[in-house]
């Protein structure tokens, strides 16, 4: 069956309330981790994580740093008004030129009592540093479809937009976590090794890792490679379309280095692991980007970008993992590129063809959810017993709970072909 006619309504489960995790443990690396493999669940703690793990693996972490991207204003009426950035708008180009601007910057948001922001009415909030003192403005400029258009500007007009953000702004926790973020927020809803500001939500599966951690993984010879990609606010989008094909996947900018690009098709041949959805969506779609720069190395930098259909509509013959990603460095070369930074859509859904992961390490994701179909895809229709497991044994769920770890049978221990 085509994705487009999949229907949501299959992919749900029913997740109560206190199976959610609202603070994360203690310690990053004492979650709870389930072991799926060959039709076997195990339940194992995260540190365990190397034993799990092939020796020489490569694992693939997204090094994404989340942003302070929720602003509070308050109306000089005495009311609150949220103002949630998602994404700068598409005039800027990539997310890491935007959050450099001076100034002033446009920015696509999400507003918690739209209703009260008046038009033509300037929110002001101002912040006092031991060097200076700063005031950002925000002005409302269109209403879109499923987002608003915001002027930001600020004085000093010399500090850049990141930096206001962290001055002004809050770590935005996801919504399912029902409280207000605490000053721990800051520093556990980052991975130890967040280093590239761009996202509004972390990626959750890399929060178990630990330098103690890292150690253990090396031992056995098994060791990180980074590359990039910012979580947007569509991570949390519900499928609200009866089937699939009516759902919009939200575009999200990835950023790769060409040494990494070298180092995954130099070890294709190697089991390799993506900490997490988005590692594994950048590392597929790389696979799709190359299959298009194949056939016409003259391509245009846009038309690279994955859509969200791209895998399950292309009519080219098979190409391997090594011809694809050969292809995409060769198309680099020709434009003298060092990274890659691009957009990806890409939908991984039952049917998908995996070409690039031997294995997922994960946390447990919402009913309804894209990621959820993701899961499917890795392991078929078992992920009903796996979750449902989860939800016997006192697993914790979504962003600060536990762990998961899948293994992609299919490509495992052979050649990634096709």
Same mark, same amino acid.
């Given at each position: 069956m085509h994705p487009r006619n999949i229907s949501i309504l299959n992919y749900t489960y029913h997740l109560p309330d206190d199976r959610i995790a609202p603070h994360p443990l203690a310690d990053r690396d004492a979650s709870k981790l389930l072991v799926y493999r060959d039709g076997i669940i195990s339940d194992q703690n995260f540190h365990q994580l190397a034993d799990f793990l092939p020796a020489n693996s490569l694992l693939f972490f997204n090094n994404t740093r989340v942003m302070e991207a929720r602003i509070i204003f308050q109306k000089?009426?005495?009311?609150?008004?949220?103002?949630?950035?998602?994404?700068?708008?598409?005039?800027?180009?990539?997310?890491?030129?935007?959050?450099?601007?001076?100034?002033?910057v446009l920015w696509k948001c999400l507003i918690g009592g739209a209703s009260k922001w008046k038009k033509g009415m300037i929110l002001e909030k101002k912040a006092e540093s031991a060097e200076s003192s700063?005031?950002?403005?925000?002005?409302?400029?269109?209403?879109?479809?499923?987002?608003?258009?915001?002027?930001?500007?600020?004085?000093?007009?010399?500090?850049?937009?990141? $930096?206001?953000l962290h001055l002004i702004g809050?770590?935005?926790?996801p919504p399912y976590i029902k409280r207000k973020p605490s000053a721990d927020d800051s520093e556990r809803y980052q991975t130890i090794y967040a280093d590239q500001q761009g996202s509004v939500a972390a990626p959750t599966a890399g929060l178990h890792f630990t330098d103690s951690l890292f150690s253990k993984l090396a031992s056995k010879n098994i060791h990180p490679e980074f590359l990039t990609l910012h979580v947007g606010a569509g991570t949390f989008k519900p499928v609200k379309a009866e089937r699939m094909e009516g759902h919009d996947m939200h575009p999200e900018y990835i950023d790769v280095s060409r040494s990494t690009i070298e180092k995954l098709v130099a070890s294709l041949d190697q089991p390799i692991f993506a900490v997490g959805t988005t590692s594994l969506?950048?590392?597929?779609?790389?696979?799709?980007?190359?299959?298009?720069?194949?056939? $016409?190395?003259?391509?245009?930098?846009?038309?690279?970008?994955?859509?969200?259909?791209?895998?399950?509509?292309?009519?080219?013959?098979?190409?391997?993992?090594?011809?694809?990603? $050969?292809?995409?460095?060769?198309?680099?070369?020709?434009?003298?590129?060092?990274?890659?930074?691009?957009?990806?859509?890409?939908?991984?859904?039952?049917?998908?063809?995996?070409?690039?992961?031997?294995?997922?390490?994960? $946390?447990?994701?919402?009913?309804?959810?894209?990621?959820?179909?993701?899961?499917?895809?890795?392991?078929?229709?078992?992920?009903?017993?796996v979750y449902q497991y989860a939800l016997e044994n006192e697993f914790r769920f979504l962003s600060y709970g536990d762990g998961c770890l899948f293994f992609n049978n299919e490509f495992f221990s052979g050649p990634k072909m096709s």
């Open positions: 000089p009426s005495g009311g609150f008004i949220e103002v949630f950035c998602l994404e700068p708008h598409e005039s800027l180009g990539t997310i890491s030129k935007a959050l450099h601007q001076k100034k002033s700063l005031c950002l403005q925000a002005k409302l400029l269109e209403k879109k479809s499923d987002h608003f258009i915001i002027e930001f500007s600020w004085k000093p007009s010399e500090i850049d937009f990141v $930096n206001v809050a770590i935005p926790l969506r950048t590392l597929e779609s790389l696979y799709w980007m190359g299959t298009k720069t194949l056939p $016409n190395p003259a391509i245009d930098f846009d038309d690279v970008a994955v859509q969200q259909w791209d895998p399950y509509e292309q009519t080219s013959k098979e190409i391997s993992a090594s011809e694809s990603i $050969n292809a995409l460095l060769h198309w680099m070369s020709l434009r003298k590129m060092e990274r890659i930074l691009t957009k990806t859509k890409l939908l991984i859904a039952p049917g998908y063809p995996f070409r690039i992961i031997d294995g997922l390490i994960t $946390n447990f994701h919402q009913p309804q959810s894209t990621l959820l179909l993701l899961v499917s895809a890795l392991i078929g229709d078992e992920w009903k017993k």
